[in-house]
């Protein structure tokens, strides 16, 4: 695999976080599709055994930006919420997108 591969999809990657680190939405959409296109570049290729720890480190740092995404997401739903806007879309426990709201008991009584 080409170094050039993986050093797209480290930029990729970087703008993404700055993306998400700045809350620029136009910004996270282009970096979201240069990071897909980076990730199918790098697929197809065959990784040398020097490429392991390099793509070991850039699969953290995909990780560590869905978490960021994740909070963000968890933010904007809880800022809905207390606004009275509930009518946002989510999963439903099979990880199917929920046609309408479902309610996860805490306790039984």
Request: hydrophobic share 45%; charged share 25%; aromatic share 4%.
């Amino acid at each position: 695999m080409t170094s050039a591969l993986l050093d797209a999809l480290e930029a990729a990657l970087r703008a993404e976080r700055d993306a998400l680190g700045g809350q620029d939405v136009e910004a996270l959409l282009r970096s979201t599709e240069a990071k897909l296109q980076a990730l199918r570049a790098v697929e197809t290729a065959a990784p040398n055994s020097t490429d392991a720890a390099r793509i070991t480190a850039l699969a953290a740092y995909n990780r560590e930006n869905g978490l960021m995404l994740a909070r963000r997401r968890r933010a904007v739903t809880f800022a809905l919420h207390e606004l009275g806007r509930g009518e946002a879309v989510g999963y439903d426990p099979r990880g199917q997108r929920a046609s309408q709201g479902w309610v996860r008991p805490i306790a039984v009584a």
